[in-house]
């Protein structure tokens, strides 16, 4: 739909059931070309899940697949092991 040649519409269904979409809402989500959000977290195709509130050193959390994988959190509990190589 929104396109003479099926490829390059904007939203499509397969035969398969298949949907590309290039934004909309489902479920209280929203969704663009590069994030899935609600009001409290956001997915981003950088490789980033993080709260909408998330400032570096200042508020909210992310965890990063970026740099080798990060993470901000401003308190952690942790209840397994923790291991690591420096300290």
């Given at each position: 739909?929104?396109h003479?040649?099926f490829?390059?519409?904007?939203f499509?269904?397969t035969?398969?059931?298949?949907v590309?979409?290039e ?8 969704v663009?070309?590069t994030?899935?959000t609600?009001?409290?977290l956001?997915l981003d195709s950088?490789?980033?899940?993080r709260s909408?509130n ?5 508020t909210?959390?992310r965890v990063s697949?970026q ?13 397994g092991?923790?291991?690591?190589t420096?300290?």
């Amino acid at each position: 739909m929104g396109h003479g040649t099926f490829a390059s519409a904007p939203f499509s269904v397969t035969k398969a059931g298949v949907v590309k979409a290039e934004s909309g809402t489902i479920g209280g989500w929203t969704v663009t070309g590069t994030q899935i959000t609600s009001s409290g977290l956001v997915l981003d195709s950088s490789g980033d899940i993080r709260s909408t509130n998330f400032q570096p050193r200042v508020t909210g959390w992310r965890v990063s697949s970026q740099a080798n994988g990060t993470a901000e959190f401003e308190n952690v509990r942790i209840r397994g092991t923790l291991a690591t190589t420096t300290f």
